[in-house]
């Protein structure tokens, strides 16, 4: 969900000496004498400012520039691995403790942290150029620079109907909703601040503090200055956050040189977290992964049985999601690396599951409970003693898996070619991204079809033999 940030505690292991405010000049002289990026004009004075106002210096070793993924942080000088390239104090980061204490006390338990720290973003817009938080909050994305997919319109949304983060979106929008309409009512007792607050104003907040905010034992942060940081999902570099120390800081994991973008790893998030919270897409990510779901039918006469075996052996089946004719449950596939049978295969859960759904008879699913008790518990964990039931299992798995990758490969043709002279920069863009998307779990459906099919010929050559 959220950027996580990692808490050391008192086991923070790399501290620098205070540096003094003295080295703030320096910054803008460096970059100004980089010539790969154009800093922005309007935030010469935004580190400065920063630094003010914590009394700190924040960074001797970045400055703000632009990239293609919007603002960015570049090294100013080189960067050895191990130097911290930024720290900034709690006192300058936004979090639930800024709410203004009358407004806190009458939100209920549904606010959560995100809320809580959007209230405060839309608190402070409202104060405007009398906010001590100005330079910072006015340089925040509008809405029409972001891109979560809670912004898209239904027809944006239908590209990537294949997803679960279709409904995942669907949800997220009524959460949204749903708390926006539990802090209306503490907005009533402050109408010169909140009256004219719409849900629209307090989504495009909610999306800031999803797509900026790291997480910490105090709750969701706004982290000035490091929230202009990108992410690449293979660097080593996060934020971490002492809570005894009160600060925040970045350790870069490698050299840069002088004008070099920094990038850091917001988590190991795969194209649907990136898409829903931040609003991009990676065009090749390591973290990708399929949300699939498996039903018990009911016409299946021996249903309740195995709903009851599952819920049993701690796999509770998701009624809330099942309508009337089926039982549901949800699996993730991460890729699977080797398609020989070797190496990581598709997860247990999910073939346990097939195993349990393909069984005919009630002494095949006693056997199964019987088998559970004598090891770990867990429900048809092993390969079945009845091996053309084990490869029917996983055989039918194969075959709900690849028509899941045919439905996505027709809904990316569906797309159409990669540049569509006319389609406005806003649909081209987001396209893009459903692009990214689906080939990303369509890959990982792939590499989950080809283990199968190598597994099921295993044991049907063993079989033979
Ligand atoms: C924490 S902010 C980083 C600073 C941001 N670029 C800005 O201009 O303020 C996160 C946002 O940066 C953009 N972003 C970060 N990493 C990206 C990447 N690898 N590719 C595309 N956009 C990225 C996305 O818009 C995301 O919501």
Same mark, same amino acid.
């Given at each position: 969900m959220l950027l996580v940030a990692r808490q050391f505690g008192n086991r923070w292991w790399r501290r620098r000496p205070h540096i003094g405010l003295s080295h703030t000049a320096i910054i803008k002289l460096n970059f100004h004498s980089l010539p790969q990026t154009k800093v922005e004009e309007e935030l010469d004075d935004f580190l400065p400012w920063l630094q003010r106002k914590s009394g700190t210096e924040i960074s001797s070793a970045l400055f703000i520039g632009k990239s293609t993924h919007g603002r960015s942080l570049f090294a100013s000088k080189s960067i050895r691995a191990g130097d911290c390239i930024l720290r900034v104090?709690?006192?300058?980061?936004l979090a639930p403790d800024n709410l203004l204490p009358e407004l806190k006390s009458l939100l209920g338990d549904q606010v959560g942290d995100v809320a809580k720290v959007a209230i405060v973003i839309l608190f402070e817009q409202k104060m405007g150029q009398d906010s001590e938080w100005a330079p910072y909050i006015s340089r925040l994305p509008r809405p029409e620079q972001m891109h979560s997919?809670?912004?898209?319109?239904?027809?944006?949304?239908?590209?990537?109907?294949?997803?679960?983060?279709?409904?995942?979106t669907i949800d997220l929008r009524s959460l949204v909703e749903k708390e926006f309409l539990a802090i209306r009512t503490a907005f009533e007792h402050f109408p010169e601040m909140f009256e004219s607050i719409t849900c629209k104003d307090f989504m495009h907040a909610y999306a800031l503090v999803t797509s900026r905010a790291w997480g910490s034992r105090k709750g969701y942060s706004l982290i000035p200055f490091a929230d202009f940081l990108n992410h690449d999902g293979t660097s080593e570099s996060v934020v971490l956050s002492d809570d005894d120390k009160h600060f925040s800081e970045v350790i870069a994991d490698r050299n840069y040189a002088p004008g070099e973008q920094v990038l850091i790893r917001y988590g190991n998030f795969s194209n649907a977290t990136l898409l829903l919270d931040f609003g991009f897409t990676l065009?090749?990510?390591?973290?990708?992964?399929?949300?699939?779901?498996?039903n018990i039918p009911h016409h299946d006469i021996l249903c309740e049985l195995k709903l009851e075996l599952l819920k049993r052996h701690h796999r509770p089946i998701n009624n809330a999601m099942t309508g009337f004719n089926s039982s549901m449950d949800c699996f993730t596939i991460k890729e699977v690396r080797? #398609?020989?049978?070797?190496?990581? !295969?598709?997860?247990?859960? &999910?073939?346990?599951f097939a195993r349990v759904l393909c069984c005919t008879s009630r002494e095949e699913l006693n056997d199964l409970a019987k088998e559970a008790a004598q090891h770990d518990g867990r429900l048809a964990r092993r390969t079945l003693t009845n091996r053309s039931r084990e490869i029917e299992a996983h055989q039918m798995l194969k075959e709900k898996l690849t028509q899941l990758a045919e439905d996505y490969d027709a809904s990316i043709k569906s797309l #159409?070619?990669?540049?569509?002279? !006319?389609?406005?920069?806003? &649909?081209?863009?987001?396209?893009?991204?459903?692009?990214?998307l689906l080939n990303g779990e369509l890959r990982i459906l792939k590499s989950a079809c080809a283990w199968l099919k190598d597994y099921c010929a295993t044991l049907t050559a063993a079989d033979r033999h």
């Amino acid at each position: 969900m959220l950027l996580v940030a990692r808490q050391f505690g008192n086991r923070w292991w790399r501290r620098r000496p205070h540096i003094g405010l003295s080295h703030t000049a320096i910054i803008k002289l460096n970059f100004h004498s980089l010539p790969q990026t154009k800093v922005e004009e309007e935030l010469d004075d935004f580190l400065p400012w920063l630094q003010r106002k914590s009394g700190t210096e924040i960074s001797s070793a970045l400055f703000i520039g632009k990239s293609t993924h919007g603002r960015s942080l570049f090294a100013s000088k080189s960067i050895r691995a191990g130097d911290c390239i930024l720290r900034v104090p709690y006192s300058v980061q936004l979090a639930p403790d800024n709410l203004l204490p009358e407004l806190k006390s009458l939100l209920g338990d549904q606010v959560g942290d995100v809320a809580k720290v959007a209230i405060v973003i839309l608190f402070e817009q409202k104060m405007g150029q009398d906010s001590e938080w100005a330079p910072y909050i006015s340089r925040l994305p509008r809405p029409e620079q972001m891109h979560s997919t809670i912004f898209w319109s239904e027809d944006e949304l239908e590209m990537i109907c294949q997803s679960s983060l279709y409904q995942e979106t669907i949800d997220l929008r009524s959460l949204v909703e749903k708390e926006f309409l539990a802090i209306r009512t503490a907005f009533e007792h402050f109408p010169e601040m909140f009256e004219s607050i719409t849900c629209k104003d307090f989504m495009h907040a909610y999306a800031l503090v999803t797509s900026r905010a790291w997480g910490s034992r105090k709750g969701y942060s706004l982290i000035p200055f490091a929230d202009f940081l990108n992410h690449d999902g293979t660097s080593e570099s996060v934020v971490l956050s002492d809570d005894d120390k009160h600060f925040s800081e970045v350790i870069a994991d490698r050299n840069y040189a002088p004008g070099e973008q920094v990038l850091i790893r917001y988590g190991n998030f795969s194209n649907a977290t990136l898409l829903l919270d931040f609003g991009f897409t990676l065009p090749y990510n390591i973290h990708d992964q399929v949300q699939i779901q498996g039903n018990i039918p009911h016409h299946d006469i021996l249903c309740e049985l195995k709903l009851e075996l599952l819920k049993r052996h701690h796999r509770p089946i998701n009624n809330a999601m099942t309508g009337f004719n089926s039982s549901m449950d949800c699996f993730t596939i991460k890729e699977v690396r080797s #398609g020989s049978g070797k190496g990581k !295969g598709i997860p247990q859960s &999910l073939r346990a599951f097939a195993r349990v759904l393909c069984c005919t008879s009630r002494e095949e699913l006693n056997d199964l409970a019987k088998e559970a008790a004598q090891h770990d518990g867990r429900l048809a964990r092993r390969t079945l003693t009845n091996r053309s039931r084990e490869i029917e299992a996983h055989q039918m798995l194969k075959e709900k898996l690849t028509q899941l990758a045919e439905d996505y490969d027709a809904s990316i043709k569906s797309l #159409g070619p990669e540049s569509s002279p !006319g389609a406005c920069k806003r &649909l081209s863009l987001r396209r893009q991204m459903a692009r990214d998307l689906l080939n990303g779990e369509l890959r990982i459906l792939k590499s989950a079809c080809a283990w199968l099919k190598d597994y099921c010929a295993t044991l049907t050559a063993a079989d033979r033999h």
